[in-house]
């Protein structure tokens, strides 16, 4: 409908070209300066998913309490720097390299090609070896680094879910394995060039790949590690848990707002030609608005049923709306994205309190705006973006199976050997307390009334 | 010698402040608190969840006078802090058996 067919073409062209290193199906410009615009698109949009780990940590930071605020901070920065050390010693090579139809090698270390050794080390560097390098349409580090943040974003989705009663350190072994392993196989049956992408499944920057993997993740961890002390009573009443700091919590979604162009406009993965120009700026735009789309549409709702507008349901539809577009954020129908994003707002102020009924205690409503707006966006794909709404459903139930039986896996051993709760002491005392032994307010509230 | 401790509502305490130096009063305590009375809080909702806010936050007013004064600043205090909807607080007096200023050493009527 929105999508032309001659794009789809292009498009999946231009994807196979970046994936697979052949010459890029839309270079309109020199060679070089197309690999330096490629590479510039992929280190810059990269910066930008970087920092919605900041984004992350400070929207989780704002909705924990205070005596468990420090612990989620090193959460957030202790997991993206696993996620970025495990993804360069394995994860990478078991998504892109030499992918069979189920996953890529189990080899390690990812470091610049032979060609692009040869041009740095020459002396004279020759045309041959500029056309070498150059032959891969983009540096591989850059590649490296622009998929990296990805693996890091969809392990941020989980710590905001289990926040507040789970162990520091087997929840980072979790972290290890989704990194290493779980995000980086189904990644392979997709972006790799697997089997789902063989059928047409289609998620632009990842609102299954990412989103809907951290939210299975974050799901399956919920459910094993139980629910907080206190949060369910026992005629089915449940007992709100404010968070320290609403500012914090606006900010980090706003951050999170500003580091999405990065993740959908870097997922063009090419820079080199006025066609890709214009669809990055098609991809800004409809992200950007269909974040306002979820905005909108969860402070109505929450208007609607409950006479008041909820703000942290306002910052949570703000996510949806983003994390809806992310499959399909090239409709070239503008509106269309806002009608998406809005339906993601409406989802996920549905959602939070659904998953309460089922008591499934999710801190931060990061499964409502993750994997239940991830699903609708891929679902969107099929309705709105001209993809095969019968592939997407494949896609997801797929994907959603095999991150539901890893990640439960991992979790149940965990909790059988480690342990991954902590215990009700430290609970109550706080986390900050009773792992850290440091306070994130020492000056205000109780700490500032002790010696 | 008596103390006279108020619980109020916050954004009362300025007026209250301005109405015990009115008075003469030489030193006031201030304290952050959470409370409620009969009235309790009120309901509201997170999240899709409701919930009971049954702690309030007030300001806690301390001063120390002397036995002749308290009168005057019970109802100083009424006055100031008043506004005639619920959670308006509560004024307590009590004795006090002696007080000491730390920096002179001070006691009795001389220490307030």
Redesign the interface.
């Known amino acids: 409908m929105f999508r032309v067919t001659t794009k789809t073409a292009v498009g999946i062209g231009a994807a196979c070209a970046a994936l697979l290193a052949a010459p890029p199906a839309m270079a309109a410009v020199e060679a070089e300066t197309g690999y330096v615009f490629n590479t510039f698109s992929f280190l810059f949009s990269g910066a930008l998913v970087m920092w919605m780990a900041a984004g992350f940590a400070m929207l989780e930071s704002g909705l924990v309490r205070t005596k468990n605020t420090a612990t989620i901070c090193l959460k957030n920065i202790a997991l993206y720097s696993i996620a970025g050390i495990l993804y360069y010693l394995i994860g990478y090579n078991l998504m892109y390299v030499d992918v069979g139809g189920f996953m890529g090698s189990i080899s390690f270390l990812y470091n610049p090609s032979d060609a692009e050794m040869a041009l740095l080390g020459a002396d004279e560097a020759t045309d041959a070896m500029v056309a070498a390098v150059v032959d891969n349409s983009y540096s591989v580090a850059s590649d490296w680094f622009f998929q990296m943040v990805f693996v890091a974003t969809a392990a941020s989705i989980v710590s905001g879910t289990v926040a507040e009663r789970i162990k520091l350190w087997p929840f980072l072994v979790f972290v290890v394995v989704l990194t290493a392993i779980i995000y980086p196989i189904q990644g392979s049956w997709t972006w790799g060039g697997g089997w789902l992408s063989e059928m047409g499944f289609s998620d632009f920057a990842g609102s299954t790949i990412v989103h809907s993997v951290g939210g299975w993740a974050a799901l399956t961890g919920a459910i094993i590690l139980g629910a907080r002390k206190g949060k369910y009573g026992p005629d089915g009443q449940v007992n709100p848990i404010p968070g320290a700091n609403l500012p914090l919590a606006t900010l980090g979604t706003f951050v999170l707002w500003l580091g999405w162009f990065g993740f959908n406009g870097g997922s063009q993965l090419a820079l080199g030609s006025a066609a890709d120009a214009t669809w990055m700026a098609i991809v800004f735009t409809n992200t950007n608005l269909a974040a306002a789309g979820g905005v909108v549409a969860a402070m109505l709702m929450t208007q609607i049923m409950y006479k008041k507008v909820d703000l942290t349901m306002a910052l949570n539809g703000a996510i949806a709306g983003l994390v809806s577009i992310t499959a399909g954020p090239d409709l070239t129908n503008h509106l269309m994205s806002i009608i998406v994003g809005a339906i993601g707002g409406v989802l996920v102020v549905i959602a939070i309190p659904m998953l309460d009924k089922f008591k499934i205690d999710d801190v931060v409503g990061a499964i409502s705006a993750h994997l239940v707006a991830g699903i609708w966006g891929t679902l969107a794909v099929g309705i709105f973006g001209g993809g095969d709404l019968m592939v997407q459903i494949i896609g997801i139930v797929a994907i959603g199976v095999f991150v539901v039986v890893t990640s439960s896996i991992v979790w149940l051993i965990l909790k059988y050997t480690m342990g991954i709760r902590a215990s009700e002491e430290d609970e109550d005392l706080g986390l900050d307390s009773a792992e850290l032994g440091l306070e994130a307010y020492p000056e205000f509230g109780r700490g500032s009334q002790r010696a | 010698m008596k103390l006279v401790m108020a619980v109020i509502k916050p954004f009362k305490l300025d007026e209250v402040r301005e109405a015990l130096t009115e008075l003469g009063v030489q030193g006031l305590t201030a304290t952050e608190v959470k409370g409620y009375g009969r009235q309790k809080g009120q309901t509201?909702?997170?999240?899709?969840?409701?919930?009971a806010v049954s702690f309030l936050p007030k300001v806690k007013v301390e001063v120390v006078i002397d036995d002749g004064q308290a009168d005057s600043v019970v109802e100083a205090i009424y006055k100031a802090a008043k506004t005639g909807r619920i959670g308006d607080g509560k004024i307590f007096v009590v004795d006090v058996a002696s007080a000491m200023r730390i920096r002179t050493g001070e006691t009795g009527a001389e220490a307030l």
């Open positions: 509201e909702i997170y999240r899709g969840a409701e919930y």
